[in-house]
């Protein structure tokens, strides 16, 4: 009956942090760019009390294994990457990415972080920046006297300038991609960052080598299912209530145990 305490509260252990991360999606249903994820679940090892293929007392091969589960426990959170809706912004400096790619962003300390969030702002420089103020890599300065900015599909930034009849060609952004991005580090800030099991970056131009392609005035939205979201959490809500009853009925048959008189 121990085991059976241990056990379900294993279980509801697992159900919680599962309501936790359905909470993370939901919170995150309007993040610029956010990915949902989920989390998996692994049985625990099992006590085998008498193992298949064993000779029995009458001499005979037992067909199958007499054992008992420890439980649950969590051991991954995948990040789903799928493509979520755009939306119009009619912001120049607003960008989705349709497709695969990250942008790069250049981090205070010198390294690169990656971002699927597009919405992208002017430092006091001119500079193109994330809402936190970090760079766009490569660097993209926007002339003081511009007066409109176009990013084609393949991420070439041109800005028109008072005086010049034809735009002029001022940047290109490039896309990076991973061969697992779900081995990517979630940093926060809409920000990812390069692990040892996401692979090495490849980066290029948009249009290329499957990076997607740049869509100015959009941003993409969240790819949260609200409704999918509400329905884990009834089940991962009802699961946790049965771990519980499991619980309480191993006490109950505890306490018929320590009630027993000779």
């Known amino acids: 009956m121990i085991k059976a305490m241990r056990t379900a509260a294993s279980g509801m ?13 939901l919170a995150n249903v309007n993040t610029t760019g956010f ?11 099992y006590n085998k009390i008498r193992t298949a293929g064993s000779l029995s007392a009458a001499n005979s091969k037992i067909p199958v294994d007499m054992e ?12 789903n990457y799928g493509q979520g809706n755009m939306t119009p912004t009619e912001n ?10 990250f942008l790069r962003i250049l981090m205070p300390d010198g390294t ?3 971002t699927r969030d597009g919405a992208l702002k002017l430092s006091d420089d001119g500079r193109v920046v994330t809402s936190d103020g970090y760079v766009l890599d490569p660097e993209i ?11 084609s599909i393949d991420g070439t930034v041109s800005a028109s300038v008072p005086g010049e009849i034809e735009p002029l060609e001022i940047g290109q952004i490039e896309l990076t991609r991973f061969i697992n991005p779900q081995g990517l580090n979630a940093v926060g800030h809409n920000l990812y960052t390069q692990s040892p099991a996401s692979g090495s970056p490849v980066s290029g131009n948009p249009t290329e080598g499957g990076l997607g392609r740049i869509v100015q005035g959009y941003l993409e939205l969240s790819n949260v299912d609200i409704v999918t979201e509400m329905v884990n959490m009834i089940v991962a809500q009802r699961a946790y209530e049965i771990n519980s009853k499991a619980i309480q009925t191993s006490e109950d048959m505890a306490g018929i145990v320590n009630s027993l008189r000779r």
């Open 35 to 45: 990915k949902k994820s989920r989390i998996e679940f692994q049985d625990i090892l």
């Open 112 to 114: 690169y972080a990656y």
């Open 13 to 25: 252990e697992a159900q919680q942090m599962n309501v936790d991360n359905i909470a993370n999606n």
């Open 92 to 101: 120049p400096l607003d960008l989705c990415i349709e497709g695969n790619g």
């Open 141 to 151: 300065t926007i002339p003081a006297e511009a007066d409109a900015i176009s990013v």
């Open 68 to 79: 008992i589960g420890y439980g649950v426990r969590p051991v991954a959170t995948t990040r």
